[in-house]
């Protein structure tokens, strides 16, 4: 049985192996450049409902409500989903203000990180193929 080069075909390991660590370097140095700003925060605007703003403490008053339900009767459905639905409210909250910058780089720093990206991409995809 005649040797496979990388994904079962014809292609060469080294461009393979060569692509995928370009890739894993340039997504590296990408994530490694975006910040992550949350504005989310007690008296901001988690988000909108029906064009009301739901702010972080009408959320944290649902959210003792329900606590308080259920410590006065343990099987009281209605503490568990106001507790439960203002925690889920409120991680849906700080997601959706969360906001993506590139930090500052320059254009060459920008330039090598879409050339690792996506000539690594190539090499990989290339390697892939019968020859």
Do not use: C
Request: hydrophobic letters at 55%; charged letters at 10%.
């Amino acid at each position: 049985m005649a040797h496979r080069g990388a994904g079962g075909t014809d292609g060469g390991q080294g461009s393979f192996l060569l692509g995928l660590i370009m890739m894993i370097g340039g997504g590296y140095l990408l994530l490694q450049s975006i910040i992550v700003r949350p504005a989310f925060g007690f008296g901001m605007t988690a988000f909108n409902a029906g064009g009301v703003p739901v702010t972080s403490g009408m959320i944290l008053v649902v959210f003792m409500f329900g606590v308080g339900l259920i410590f006065y009767k343990r099987e009281n459905y209605l503490g568990w989903i106001l507790a439960v639905g203002s925690i889920i409210a409120l991680i849906f909250g700080v997601i959706a203000s969360t906001t993506l910058q590139f930090s500052r780089m320059s254009v060459f720093d920008l330039l090598v990180i879409l050339v690792l990206l996506f000539g690594g991409a190539g090499l990989f995809l290339r390697s892939l193929l019968a020859k």
